[in-house]
């Protein structure tokens, strides 16, 4: 079967550096995504890796090897906005996207 | 970003009742999305429509009825629903379904099944 696995909840301090690490085993593989969503809101995109290799855009990266079926999020300089879920999702040999259960992440000042 | 919009945005109703949800796209897309997200779990696929033709029913109960009458516009018929049904609904559109593009949600309707 298709499989995502991520941490089901994370705490982190406001400031420092947090990473999210999500694992696959999917029936190919065509990228992975990251998604944002607040509580009560819309999944927002924010990352997609589709090449082994680390992607940066502002405060937060994505990293991905294909090889070992492993991705991360690293959010730098936490604020307390990014208080959230963070969700994983591969996109498999039928362009479906395979979801994880979302990585729920709490800012402590 | 009201790229996707969806109404209501909070729904209680009885298992005889029959509800409609509604979500519309304001991007251009060709492909729209209803989803599932139950709390704790991954969201699950229930229908895509490509181009308003349905490509995609993961084995849904009878129960939900989508409906896509343009490329804009997509509705879940809701009738004869159980307890475990409550959760948030969420509508996504991409581009074209089948391709590398990227999917946009809407920020669901919270449905409770009394």
């Known amino acids: 079967g298709q499989n995502i696995d991520q941490p089901t909840e994370m705490t982190a301090t406001e400031g420092a550096i947090v990473q999210i690490n999500c694992t696959y085993q999917?029936?190919?593989?065509?990228?992975l995504f990251w998604y944002q969503q607040h509580a009560g809101e819309a999944p927002t995109f924010l990352s997609y890796?589709?090449l082994d290799g680390l992607e940066e855009k502002g405060r937060f990266s994505s990293f991905l090897s294909r090889s070992k079926g492993y991705s991360y999020l690293l959010l730098k300089e936490l604020q307390m906005k990014d208080s959230a879920s963070y969700l994983c999702?591969?996109?498999?040999?039928?362009?479906?996207?395979?979801w994880g259960a979302g990585t729920k992440l709490i800012i402590k000042p | 970003e009201t790229g996707v919009t969806q109404t209501p945005r909070h729904l209680v109703m009885g298992m005889t009742n029959k509800k409609s949800l509604k979500c519309e796209q304001h991007?251009?897309?060709?492909?729209m999305y209803w989803y599932k997200q139950s709390a704790k779990k991954p969201l699950e696929l229930m229908f895509v429509?490509?181009?308003?033709?349905?490509?995609e029913n993961n084995s849904v109960p009878s129960r939900f009825s989508p409906e896509c009458p343009n490329s804009s516009h997509l509705f879940l018929h809701l009738h004869t629903l159980q307890p475990e049904d409550s959760a948030l609904y969420l509508c996504?559109?991409?581009?074209?379904?089948?391709?590398?593009?990227?999917?946009?949600f809407g920020p669901g309707t919270r449905l409770l099944v009394l």
């Open positions: 429509y490509n181009f308003k033709e349905q490509t």
């Open positions: 991007l251009g897309h060709n492909a």
């Open positions: 996504a559109s991409s581009q074209a379904a089948g391709t590398q593009e990227t999917q946009y």
């Open positions: 890796n589709v």
């Open positions: 999917t029936s190919g593989f065509n990228g």
């Open positions: 999702a591969v996109r498999d040999s039928n362009y479906q996207l395979i």
